[in-house]
């Protein structure tokens, strides 16, 4: 069931697939808390193992053991300040590249595209989205979502979304980031 819609997510609807940025355009996802974490997909398989054990833990124990990751690349924490179960957007402009080294919202990326996951459901995106999924849906044939729609149903619903930078925007792919003050944005604004 996808909190805030009041019933059970039909994936084979899907058209077209909003968690994911095919031409730049912002993503779509649901948000079940107010946390949601940042990583560089190709981080996320690495530490699948990692992010599946953690989701047993409470919410609130799990900032300080995502902190604690192994791996070379910063995965980050951001809180959703005017949070509301429900879907939210965000796009390539909402992202700022920062140099800044403490702050627990910075995320590094080196795969060129973002993966921003509901704290809630990072464990079950974790086990559902692996590299070598995600490589076959990019290799498939255009208009083919089944792998990328398999995904999203694993997860309960689009709990996460796909974001791929963009030379032209501020999120220009590999580098370290963070999301811009009020973003994501409600669609229940």
Sequence with gaps: ???????????????????????????????????VLLIDPLAMDGLSAELQTMS????????????????????????????????????ND??????????????????????????????????????DRYDAFLRSQVGDNSIWIDIVEEVGGPFFGMLNGDVSTPFRGDGSYRLKANTPHSMSN
């Design 1 to 35: 069931m996808v909190l805030g819609q009041g019933g059970p997510y039909n994936c084979a609807f899907m058209e077209p697939v909003r968690n994911f940025s095919f031409r730049g355009e912002p993503i779509e996802f649901e948000l079940s808390c107010p946390t």
């Design 56 to 91: 047993e833990v409470p919410l609130g124990d799990m900032p300080e053991m995502i902190r604690d990751l192994p791996g070379g690349l910063r995965t980050g924490l951001a809180q959703v300040s005017h949070f509301r179960i429900g879907r939210y957007w965000l796009g």
């Design 94 to 131: 909402d992202l700022e590249e920062t140099d800044d080294e403490t702050d627990p919202s910075v995320f590094d990326i080196d795969s060129g595209t973002v993966c921003i996951v509901d704290l809630n459901h990072a464990g079950l995106t974790a086990k559902a989205l692996t590299w």
